[in-house]
């Protein structure tokens, strides 16, 4: 009896150590896969100035080429964090990722439509019937299914090339197709270096930078996710301060010119609530129908779990 009451008080005792090591900032792992990418300046912040190593975790840090990329790193999980758009987070999870949108890293307008320079086209109505390169599951992807609803045409009415961003940036470089929905920094290189041109902006089809988290690795290392987010945070305060620091950053990161950077970082806003809420379901809930009609969601159940089960806002919160 005095055995048993020993056993099951030395078994709480471990239960409240441990429930009191996940507050106090223990993890169980100190190994984290992260992604960087062009088009998540805080991502280099973090990774050039080692803001995760001096918290005492072995980084191993793998370059996301899109949305796509760091989705399929989550999903192989090769990746603990990969940064994306709201949208291909959104899709990501309606067809089984399971992921967490754990920090809000910008507001960017990182995508529009772009011509070449001898384009005759000058309305998104003007781009019916032609080649259009874009990177599907990006946000570019569906800013172009948003693009063409506003002037009554849908994916039917074009022909759309999937390419990575920066093929597609050199197919409209030659000539291979006659539009490409960009995304920075490449958009801002091909304008400035080879004149071409925005056919359409809308700031309000991008759907934000996020950063999501495997949801498995959330709920076994949330001390390692709090860290993560808090390394994001300390790199966006560094950002806000440092802006001609941070372009010259991502202009070695990237190896664009300082006025390719300069003009990504312009269309990039930093200074927002990195806690995921509201603003990204606003965007979100309109980007889900397109996504249904267009099948890149299984149906509208699907993608309405999925927005009611991705944000998780508790680790931004208390950075504030």
Request: charged fraction near 20%; include cysteine.
């Amino acid at each position: 009896m005095l055995k048993g009451r020993y056993l099951a008080a030395i078994s709480i005792a471990a239960s409240i150590v441990s429930a009191c090591g996940s507050h106090s900032g223990t993890t169980a792992t100190k190994d984290l896969h992260l992604d960087y990418a062009y088009y998540n300046p805080l991502s280099l912040v973090v990774r050039d100035q080692h803001l995760l190593e001096n918290r005492g975790y072995n980084v191993t840090w793998v370059l996301s080429a899109g949305s796509n990329k760091a989705n399929e790193g989550l999903r192989s999980k090769a990746l603990d964090f990969g940064s994306t758009a709201g949208s291909a987070a959104l899709v990501a999870r309606a067809n089984g990722s399971p992921i967490k949108i754990v920090d809000v890293y910008s507001k960017p307008e990182w995508t529009a439509l772009v011509v070449g320079k001898n384009s005759t086209a000058n309305t998104v109505a003007d781009l019916k019937g032609k080649k259009i390169a874009v990177t599907k599951g990006t946000d570019p992807y569906f800013f172009l299914l948003q693009s063409l609803a506003t002037v009554g045409l849908s994916p039917a009415d074009v022909e759309i090339v999937n390419l990575q961003h920066a093929d597609g940036k050199t197919a409209l470089e030659r000539g291979d197709v006659d539009a490409w929905s960009g995304l920075d920094p490449f958009m801002a290189q091909t304008v400035q270096q080879q004149g071409s041109r925005l056919l359409y902006r809308n700031p309000d089809f991008n759907s934000f930078g996020v950063l999501n988290a495997r949801e498995d690795f959330v709920s076994a290392n949330p001390a390692a996710v709090q860290a993560v987010v808090n390394s994001y945070e300390e790199a966006r305060a560094w950002a806000k301060a440092h802006p001609d620091e941070l372009a010259a950053l991502l202009a070695s990161q990237a190896k664009v010119s300082p006025s390719v950077a300069q003009e990504e970082l312009q269309r990039t806003a930093l200074n927002i609530d990195p806690a995921p809420g509201d603003p990204q379901r606003v965007v979100l809930t309109n980007i889900l129908p397109i996504a249904v009609a267009d099948a890149d969601i299984k149906s509208d159940e699907a993608g309405r779990s999925a927005l009611s089960t991705l944000i998780e806002p508790k680790y931004a919160q208390q950075t504030h």
